[in-house]
């Protein structure tokens, strides 16, 4: 199962380990291009070690978002080029409860 992630500039997954598997091989392609990825709560372990990992304080601890960058910005970026900080898990914990 692949999927045409050519047009994609920036990837966020909210899939199970089965379906991230599934798209495994579109994922690696689309990072080779230089495309960050995310995924929320599973990781990817083709997609190598994640750049950075974002918890919220307001989520259980197993709620995590995993960033993969094949180009990682300086130290004082994020994975996508955004200043990390605790603003970024605060911006995290508010967008998940958004559904609440």
Same mark, same amino acid.
């Given at each position: 199962? =692949?999927?045409?992630? *050519? &047009?994609?500039? $920036?990837?966020?997954? %909210?899939?199970? @380990? *089965? ?6 091989? +579109?994922?690696?392609?689309?990072? +080779?291009?230089?495309? #960050?990825?995310?995924? %929320?709560?599973?990781?990817? #372990? ?6 950075? =990992?974002?918890?919220? !304080?307001?989520?259980? #601890? !197993?709620?995590?978002?995993?960033? %993969?960058? @094949?180009? &990682?910005? &300086? !130290?004082? $970026?994020?994975?996508? /080029? *955004? @200043?990390?900080? /605790?603003?970024?898990? *605060?911006?995290?914990?508010?967008? +998940?409860?958004?559904?609440?």
């Amino acid at each position: 199962c =692949t999927i045409d992630l *050519a &047009p994609a500039t $920036k990837i966020f997954v %909210y899939l199970v @380990p *089965a379906g991230l598997d599934c798209i495994a091989p +579109s994922l690696v392609a689309a990072q +080779s291009r230089g495309v #960050p990825v995310a995924s %929320y709560t599973f990781t990817i #372990p083709s997609l190598g070690q994640p750049a950075q =990992t974002l918890i919220a !304080e307001t989520r259980a #601890p !197993e709620c995590r978002v995993w960033l %993969y960058n @094949p180009n &990682p910005a &300086p !130290e004082a $970026k994020g994975a996508f /080029g *955004a @200043p990390a900080s /605790g603003a970024d898990l *605060a911006a995290v914990g508010a967008s +998940s409860n958004a559904g609440d």
